[in-house]
Each structure stands twice: as structure tokens, then as C-alpha cells.
């Protein structure tokens, strides 16, 4: 398996503009999460995903951002608008049950 | 609310030094998370254990259930071992995972 694949590397955009954020959790995992990386924050879950559906999106900033995840190979975070505080790397990470996690190489965001 | 603390925050050593980052949770957890990260950014897991020890090659991770900490321990440590190491709780009642802040680690030759 390629493991958890994640799409774009890196996004350059207007603050206002909306972003999709794409992410392919490895095969046959049943859990799938979103995270935040910023210098100031850390790391910090933003939503996650059991067997496709939302568990807990407690972490989701504000209203400005969604995410889905149509079926178990594809899910997808969106910004809209965007805005310059949401300028961090966003990770997608997957696992089985609550085992080890498998991070992809994160989607690292610039909104100017 | 689960707080995952780790320290050092930072931690600079010379090359074949022994190292330790400890880790200590709030409450009651069903595993435990060692992530390693480089610079450049990518994530790995290098542990996940909810008792006792593991080991792989040079690195060894345990954890105390009763007292709440966990440690990660680096033996005979290389330049390469450079990067931050995040440890995170996932907590019992649900699954969510919380994250310590991260101890950077910066390993002299």
C-alpha cells in the first residue's frame, strides 16, 4: 500500500478563496482523522471519521470548515472562506480500530 | 479534560548520549502514542503501547498505567535522531487522541 496519501502538498491562496483538502486513507482502514499543525497550537484534531461516518468534530474551528467522507477510500476538509489564521499544515492520518496511525505527509497551507 | 504534558520542551545532546522525554497524562487512557517528526514535516509512528515496554532497535518506550507517564528512551543517540518527538494519549471513553506540545530533540556530532 502507497499509505495515506494526501493532496495538494501545498496551497497558496487569497484569504477569502475556498480550500479543498483531499486525503486517501490506506485500504481497510476503518478510522480516518484530520489534524492542524501550527507552531503556536501544535498539533490539534479537528475531526475524525469511524467506518465514514463523523465521530466527533469538536475540533473544527468554526463554521468555515467541513469535511466529508463520501466513502472509505476518500475524504475531504474544506475552508470556506478562507481566512489567514488558518494557515497551518493540515494532516490526514488513518488507522484500524484505535491501532497505530499511519500520518500522510500533510497539505501545508498559506492563505494570504 | 485529558492534558498530555511532555518534557523536555527542548533538549540538545552529543552523539551517544542516552536520552530520555517523558510524557504524563491527566486521565485514564487506553494506549499511548510516541510520534516522531523531522524537519520537513512528515509524521511517524514509532510506539503504540498501553503497558509495559517495547523496544525497536535503539529506542525503547514504557509506560507507568497507575502513575500516568510514559517514557522514551534513546540509546548510543545519532545526528539522525534529530527531530520532535510528540507523545499523544488516546483516552478511554471515546477515541479521540490528544497531543503533548512536542520535546525537540537536537543531537550533536
Known amino acids: 500500500d502507497a499509505g495515506v496519501i494526501q493532496s495538494p502538498r501545498h496551497e497558496v491562496t487569497e484569504m477569502g478563496q475556498e480550500v479543498t483538502l483531499r486525503c486517501k486513507p490506506i485500504?481497510?482502514?476503518?478510522?480516518l482523522f484530520w489534524y492542524r499543525q501550527t507552531m503556536m497550537r501544535g498539533l490539534e484534531l479537528l475531526i475524525y471519521f469511524n467506518n465514514n461516518v463523523p465521530i466527533d468534530d469538536s475540533g473544527m474551528p468554526e463554521d468555515r470548515f467541513s469535511a466529508k467522507m463520501p466513502n472509505a477510500s476518500f475524504s475531504t476538509l474544506k475552508i470556506q472562506p478562507s481566512e489567514p489564521r488558518d494557515s497551518a499544515v493540515y494532516f490526514c492520518?488513518?488507522?484500524?480500530?484505535?491501532?497505530?496511525?499511519?500520518f500522510g505527509e500533510g497539505s501545508r497551507l498559506t492563505v494570504l | 479534560k485529558n492534558e498530555v504534558e511532555q518534557s523536555p520542551q527542548n533538549l540538545t545532546a552529543q552523539e551517544g548520549e542516552f536520552i530520555t522525554i517523558n510524557c504524563s497524562y491527566s486521565v485514564g487512557i487506553s494506549a499511548l502514542h510516541w510520534l516522531q517528526q523531522h524537519p520537513g514535516g512528515g509524521i511517524v509512528s514509532l510506539f503504540m503501547l498501553s503497558s509495559g515496554k517495547k523496544k525497536h532497535g535503539r529506542l525503547i518506550a514504557t509506560i507507568n498505567i497507575q502513575e500516568k507517564h510514559s517514557s522514551l528512551h534513546i540509546t548510543a543517540s545519532h545526528p539522525r535522531d534529530s527531530a520532535v518527538y510528540i507523545c499523544a494519549s488516546h483516552m478511554n471513553r471515546d477515541d479521540k487522541i490528544i497531543f503533548g506540545k512536542g520535546t525537540r530533540l537536537h543531537i550533536l556530532p
Open positions: 485500504s481497510g482502514h476503518d478510522y
Open positions: 492520518a488513518s488507522s484500524l480500530n484505535t491501532g497505530e496511525l499511519f
